[in-house]
């Protein structure tokens, strides 16, 4: 198991990632860690620039608190159904980006218009229905979304992105942004050509092993 003061500086890095990148705007989005048998969280509302360690908020994964001064982010229970429901994740990035809300905001997937689309897992990259942020709705949403899925659109909301580390999935949700912002772009000349089943299927079996060590 990793160190949990490392892990706790880990999502720091990661939330201040999102402010100072602006991939999630002034103090949107949040950030956790699974640590063993608890969830490190990002807290409600806080400057991630001005965050310690200490002030990172430990959950058990039935919702109780585990350490932590501050309140959690509103978006605890959405963190902890899916990590309830996918034990290969050891870390969620959430973020109100750019492209992915102006997706988002349309209800529209992101479907196999680029073969990096494959990177978050599957032939597209889902829209979850719209839920009140913060509601066990919203968390039931995200997890079906996630289905055989890295990353996920949040109707009227934003992104998640999910990975085995805070590095992971951090880069995965610059990268749905990334591909968020193609898309949308393509979308101002037309509705672009896809790539078929089969090739993504190709493409996400390559992904399987992509950035891995030799074994």
Same mark, same amino acid.
């Given at each position: 198991?990793?160190?949990?003061?490392?892990?706790?500086?880990?999502?720091?890095?990661?939330?201040?990632?999102?402010?100072?990148?602006?991939?999630?705007?002034?103090?949107?989005?949040?950030?956790?860690?699974?640590?063993?048998?608890?969830?490190?969280?990002?807290?409600?509302?806080?400057?991630?620039?001005?965050?310690?360690?200490?002030?990172?908020?430990?959950?058990?994964?039935?919702?109780?608190?585990?350490?932590?001064?501050?309140?959690?982010?509103?978006?605890?229970?959405?963190?902890?159904?899916?990590?309830?429901?996918?034990?290969?994740?050891?870390?969620?990035?959430?973020?109100?980006?750019?492209?992915?809300?102006?997706?988002?905001?349309?209800?529209?997937?992101?479907?196999?218009?680029?073969?990096?689309? @494959? =990177? +978050?897992?599957?032939?597209?990259? $889902?829209?979850?229905?719209? /839920?009140?942020? #913060?509601?066990? !709705?919203?968390? &039931?949403? @995200? =997890? +079906?979304?996630?289905?055989?899925? $890295?990353?996920?659109?949040? /109707?009227?909301? #934003?992104?998640? !992105?999910?990975? &085995?580390?805070?590095?992971?999935?951090?880069?995965?949700?610059?990268?749905?942004?990334?591909?968020?912002?193609?898309?949308?772009?393509?979308?101002?000349?037309?509705?672009?050509?896809?790539?078929?089943?089969?090739?993504?299927?190709?493409?996400?079996?390559?992904?399987?092993?992509?950035?891995?060590?030799?074994?």
């Amino acid at each position: 198991m990793a160190d949990e003061a490392w892990l706790r500086q880990c999502v720091i890095d990661a939330g201040f990632d999102l402010a100072r990148t602006g991939l999630s705007p002034q103090r949107s989005g949040n950030v956790s860690a699974r640590c063993g048998d608890v969830v490190l969280i990002t807290p409600s509302g806080a400057a991630y620039e001005d965050l310690l360690p200490e002030d990172i908020v430990a959950l058990r994964l039935d919702g109780t608190v585990a350490s932590g001064r501050l309140q959690p982010s509103s978006e605890w229970p959405m963190h902890l159904a899916i990590y309830r429901a996918r034990e290969d994740v050891g870390a969620i990035v959430h973020a109100h980006s750019d492209h992915a809300v102006t997706l988002a905001v349309m209800k529209r997937a992101i479907p196999a218009f680029h073969y990096m689309v @494959a =990177v +978050a897992g599957g032939s597209d990259i $889902r829209c979850a229905p719209y /839920a009140t942020f #913060g509601s066990e !709705a919203l968390a &039931a949403h @995200a =997890v +079906a979304a996630l289905d055989g899925r $890295r990353a996920c659109l949040l /109707a009227h909301h #934003g992104q998640i !992105a999910i990975g &085995a580390t805070v590095e992971d999935a951090l880069h995965l949700a610059h990268e749905v942004e990334t591909l968020a912002g193609q898309y949308w772009r393509a979308l101002q000349i037309g509705e672009p050509d896809l790539l078929d089943a089969d090739e993504m299927a190709r493409v996400v079996e390559k992904f399987r092993t992509y950035g891995k060590p030799l074994s």
